[in-house]
């Protein structure tokens, strides 16, 4: 994609931090992280999010992130676990599929600001679901 922030910077047209790559991924410090180490793990291949990817990537990506990625935050940063999570549709800011993973730490301040006047009761929800 020509105009893609991040195949540029897989290209290297862009500058970034990288911390792993390999034939398939790119792991890249966020820009703007949440935490100490905020990592985005890119696919070299352009796809847009979650619904478009590839299932290798998807499992090649969480097997770095078990086995490779969380050993070193683990280890050098001092975090205790890793929420991951993938934007896509609303709230997706860049259109590359990445997955964010974001260190937890004792006491930090991640968290999703749920606004509970804006939620039905659990049993309505399910409802619709079933
Ligand atoms: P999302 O698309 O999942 O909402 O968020 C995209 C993420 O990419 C954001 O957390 C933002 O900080 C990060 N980001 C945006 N532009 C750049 C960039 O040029 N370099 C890096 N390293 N991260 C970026
Ligand atoms: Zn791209």
């Known amino acids: 994609m020509n105009d893609c922030i991040f195949c ?21 410090m966020n820009i703007n992280p949440s935490t100490n180490g905020h990592l985005l793990v890119l696919p ?14 998807i499992n090649h990506s969480f097997k770095v ?3 490779t990625l969380y050993p070193i935050l683990k280890d050098k940063l001092g ?11 609303l709230g997706q800011e860049v259109h ?4 964010h993973v974001t260190p937890r730490y004792q006491n930090d301040l991640v968290d999703f600001n749920y606004n509970k006047e804006l939620l039905e009761d659990l049993d309505t929800v399910l409802e619709k679901l079933q």
Not at 8 to 28: A, M, R
Request: proline share 2%; net charge negative; charged share 35%.
């Open 8 to 28: 540029k910077i897989i290209k290297g047209e862009l500058p970034s931090k990288t911390i792993y790559e390999d034939e398939l991924i790119k792991v890249i």
């Open 65 to 67: 992130i078990r086995d």
């Open 79 to 89: 975090c205790e676990g890793v929420t991951l999570s993938e934007n896509n549709l």
């Open 44 to 57: 070299k291949e352009h796809y847009v999010d979650i619904f478009d990817v590839d299932e290798k990537i």
């Open 96 to 99: 590359h599929f990445h997955i």
